[in-house]
Nanobody, 122 residues
Framework: QLQASGGGLAQTGGSVILSCTTS????????IGWFRQAPGKEREGVSC????????FYADSVKGRFTISRDNAKNTVYLHMNSLKPEDTAVYYC?????????????????WGQGTQVTVSS
């Protein structure tokens, strides 16, 4: 089970850093994705990073504002969220893909963590 943390309240234009980790196993060989779900909307892919850290994906809505990274020594994947907008408000989830393919479709992921709420005030 993954553990997502770091959410909270931010102002428009502000920044938040989300973390995804687990204590039960190493994330080193998995692609890890970040997803979000706003009230009344479907879960959407935000970003993903493969195990080699060279391949990353971003949704068009966050390109240039969000950056995904991973620190295998800390067994943690981060989502740096900058220039936040009210439409970024959602519950953010991290998930793992054992095939290490990655991508932004939730159905490609095998295991998930609980979400962390990010609220951006206008």
């Amino acid at each position: 089970q993954l553990q997502a943390s770091g959410g909270g309240l931010a102002q428009t234009g502000g920044s938040v850093i989300l973390s995804c980790t687990t204590s039960g196993f190493s994330l080193e060989h998995f692609a890890i994705g970040w997803f979000r779900q706003a009230p009344g909307k479907e879960r959407e892919g935000v970003s993903c990073i493969r195990s080699d850290r060279r391949i990353t994906f971003y949704a068009d809505s966050v390109k240039g504002r969000f950056t995904i990274s991973r620190d295998n020594a800390k067994n943690t994947v981060y989502l740096h969220m900058n220039s936040l907008k009210p439409e970024d408000t959602a519950v953010y989830y991290c998930a793992g893909d054992s095939s290490d393919t990655g991508g932004l479709k939730p159905t490609w992921y095998d295991f998930w963590g609980q979400g962390t709420q990010v609220t951006v005030s206008s």
